[in-house]
């Protein structure tokens, strides 16, 4: 019985092929729109996920808040960042992060592994001749390589006697050395010119780091890029008269409870600056920025996929329309039918196959559609591709439902028609 409803429906969508197409332009466009941002939308959760989690969860960021200033949960931002975008006031230097501060709170917790300490110096511009190379200034100290897991191609990292020494020393990256020594030249101990705004500097190259493309890629090309020009913390802020820090990245254990350790320094650091009317100390992880966003990506890419699934409802009022003109066209093959002996069932049946088939095919064509845009959108921002099963089979099984819930009335309709009145339609 279904499957000989299933050719008569599909026997039907042959004979009207173009009404047939017409009629699942609805749900082709809602499906494929639905599964395209779905899948974007999960593109971009696993690519800023994968950035995070390679920054180590384990990590834990400490920055200098002003009191009563709502932030985000994510405590002050990316190392390095300054303070006087969260606020209307600067902090002094006696409100910073010192280093005694820094050397006490890592005696009180033998479970932090290291910190990691980072300041932007600007961008320049390393010369030779024809040859450039753009570069932004980092100042680190050693855990600075622990903290990012920067990954050494040659040479070594900035250590601590580098820091305390306020050496000339630079880490550059691989891009760096493709623009500087194009012939292959081995750079370690080379020395390189950089032209500041304010000054000319001479470092000498002791390593070279990987560079990764984070985001969702750029558009300079390699010639042009800014990479990162890692110095000594020290070396960077020599200059200064502000020695101590507005950020800090405390890298709990591998393996440690990091909540555990992130609400300890908390109540820690709330104890030091419990006399400071202005400022605070804000502590906050990895984990729960990860979690944040992939919740908000997640409810974003949900929020708006609904929108685009309005269009299904569209879709499914013209399934419900086109199913009423093939009643009214059939009313005498169902006459027929019913003189013959088919009940009710049997016509309800067979119309609401027919619906289901429409939006099935129409759900199939949507899917293929959408995957291959987000596909397309996955390969040119270079996000991995994620399809989940549970989305494409639900979108399938979806248009199913809608073609039953907007084939049903017709279907009654059909199956109501009185048989003799159905025979004498004209």
């Given at each position: 019985m279904i499957w000989g409803n299933i050719k008569l429906a599909i026997s039907s969508l042959k004979a009207n092929k173009m009404r047939a197409l017409l009629t699942m332009l609805g749900i082709i466009i809602g499906i494929m729109s639905i599964i395209a941002i779905m899948i974007i939308g999960d593109a971009m959760t696993s690519s800023v996920s994968g950035?995070?989690?390679?920054?180590?969860?384990?990590?834990?960021?400490?920055?200098?808040?002003?009191?009563?200033?709502?932030?985000?949960?994510f405590g002050g931002g990316p190392p390095g960042m300054r303070m006087e975008s969260q606020g209307a006031k600067?902090?002094?230097?006696?409100?910073?992060?010192?280093?005694?501060?820094?050397?006490?709170?890592?005696?009180?917790f033998p479970d932090v592994a290291g910190v990691s300490i980072s300041y932007n110096a600007g961008n320049a511009q390393a010369k030779s001749g024809d040859l450039y190379a753009n570069i932004s200034i980092t100042g680190v100290n050693a855990d600075f390589i622990t903290a990012n897991s920067?990954?050494?191609t040659a040479g070594s990292f900035i250590s601590t006697a580098d820091v305390n020494e306020k050496s000339q020393s630079a880490v550059v990256s691989d891009k760096f050395v493709n623009n500087m020594f194009p012939d292959g030249t081995d750079p370690i101990g080379e020395v390189v010119k950089i032209f500041k705004p304010e000054s000319i500097e001479l470092f000498t190259i002791i390593g070279v780091y990987r560079y990764e493309q984070t985001g969702f890629g750029g558009t300079s090309s390699?010639?042009?890029?800014?990479?990162?020009?890692?110095?000594?913390?020290?070396?960077?802020?020599?200059?200064?008269l502000e020695k101590n820090y507005n950020t800090i990245t405390v890298i709990g254990e591998v393996g440690g409870d990091v909540n555990a350790l992130t609400d300890r320094l908390q109540r820690y650091f709330d104890k030091?600056?419990?006399?400071?009317?202005?400022?605070?100390?804000?502590?906050?992880?990895?984990?729960?920025?990860?979690?944040?966003?992939?919740?908000?990506?997640?409810t974003i890419s949900i929020a708006i996929a609904f929108i685009a699934g309005i269009s299904l409802l569209v879709g499914g009022i013209g399934v419900m329309n086109?199913?009423?003109?093939?009643?009214?066209?059939?009313?005498?093959?169902?006459?027929?039918?019913?003189?013959?002996?088919?009940?009710?069932?049997?016509?309800?049946?067979?119309?609401?196959?027919?619906?289901?088939?429409?939006?099935?095919i129409g759900g199939v064509i949507g899917l293929l559609?959408?995957?291959?845009?987000?596909?397309?959108?996955?390969?040119?921002?270079?996000?991995?591709?994620?399809?989940?099963p549970v989305t494409?089979?639900?979108?399938?099984?979806?248009?199913?439902?809608?073609?039953?819930f907007f084939g049903l009335y017709p279907a009654n309709k059909a199956a109501k028609l009185n048989p003799i009145d159905a025979l004498r339609y004209e």
């Open positions: 950035t995070l989690s390679e920054l180590g969860t384990n990590n834990i960021t400490v920055s200098v808040q002003e009191r009563g200033v709502e932030t985000s949960e600067t902090p002094s230097s006696d409100d910073l992060i010192t280093d005694q501060l820094i050397v006490e709170m890592t005696a009180n920067t990954a050494m390699e010639m042009d890029m800014s990479t990162a020009f890692y110095i000594p913390v020290a070396t960077a802020k020599q200059d200064l030091v600056y419990i006399n400071n009317k202005d400022w605070k100390l804000s502590v906050s992880n990895m984990t729960s920025m990860l979690d944040t966003i992939t919740s908000t990506l997640g086109i199913m009423l003109v093939s009643v009214t066209e059939r009313t005498r093959e169902i006459g027929t039918r019913k003189a013959l002996g088919a009940k009710n069932g049997h016509i309800q049946l067979q119309f609401v196959t027919e619906a289901v088939i429409i939006a099935s559609l959408g995957i291959g845009i987000g596909a397309l959108i996955a390969t040119v921002f270079g996000v991995p591709l994620v399809i989940s494409t089979l639900g979108s399938v099984m979806f248009s199913m439902v809608i073609g039953v």
